[in-house]
């Protein structure tokens, strides 16, 4: 798959998703039972925003467990604004990585006791540094770890690229893998085939999970706004689906 699948589509809205027989039956999971206390979290994030639009529910419940989680920044986004007068590469580069501070400090955690690591990768070419990424996870996961990353189908390069080098690093380092579809919520059907429904999970997010993970969201203003006549790089109807109460994965 490629970003013209993104790019292709009009995008599917969470009204027609209601409708999915196949999100309907997929298994429910509780988020302690998925990552319980003492279990650690390697949460692989292509650009600065994916760890929230992925699973700021969950995120949200690492408060005072920071110890636990592993947030590994792939790139720092300077991509998202392609020609634009107002969003140059280099101004992105440095406001992005502000803004998934900003956003990680909506969920009430302690930054100082993250492990938070920023490997700096080039946004839009991340599958040719994909070894690099796989070497890097190979130092850093241990047996029973969930190794967290995009869905290696999402639709978009780099989601895809992050998605095949947690594939690689997790079966290598025996690390429990959970890919997390994004732009899929946007170019598929509900009932869309090439999703792997047969491993699709939910874990549900109470009223005060939803609430951070939407501040969080908030937090990412370069990605919610206008830039002139282009549309915000988050589409509302993707969001609406990124904003329901759980968070789907592929276990």
């Keep these: 798959m490629t970003e013209n699948l ?37 949460l692989l994030a292509p650009h600065p925003d994916d760890e929230i639009l992925m699973a700021g529910g969950l995120l949200a419940g690492f408060q005072g467990r920071e110890e636990d989680l592993v947030l590994v920044s792939v790139t720092d986004g300077e991509g998202s604004h392609p020609d634009s007068a107002q969003w140059s590469e280099h101004r992105l580069r440095r406001q992005r990585p502000l803004e998934s501070r900003h956003a990680l400090q909506q969920l009430d955690l302690d930054l100082n006791k993250l492990d938070w690591r920023r490997l700096s990768l080039k946004d839009g070419a991340v599958r040719r540094d994909e070894a690099f990424l796989v070497n890097h996870l190979n130092q850093l996961l241990k047996p029973d770890d969930l190794l967290m990353a995009t869905w290696r189908n999402d ?35 509900p009932d869309d085939p090439r999703l792997p429904w047969s491993r699709a999970h939910r874990y549900p997010l109470d009223d005060l999970r939803q609430t951070r993970k939407r501040k ?15 549309p915000p790089v988050l589409p509302q109807h993707l969001l609406d689906c990124l904003l329901q109460p759980f968070e789907l994965v592929f276990l």
Excluded at 178 to 189: F, G, I, L, S
């Design 6 to 42: 993104i790019q292709a589509s009009t995008g599917t809205a969470w009204a027609d998703w209601q409708h999915s027989a196949h999100l309907a039956r997929s298994k429910w999971i509780d988020a302690d039972t998925l990552c319980p206390p003492g279990r650690r979290l390697v």
């Design 216 to 230: 969080a969201i908030g937090a990412h203003s370069s990605q919610l706004e206008a830039d002139d006549s282009q």
């Design 155 to 189: 639709g978009h390069c780099d989601h895809e690229a992050v998605g095949r080098a947690a594939a690689q690093a997790a079966q290598a380092r025996s690390a429990q893998l959970a890919e997390v579809p994004v732009w899929a919520w946007h170019w598929a059907e």
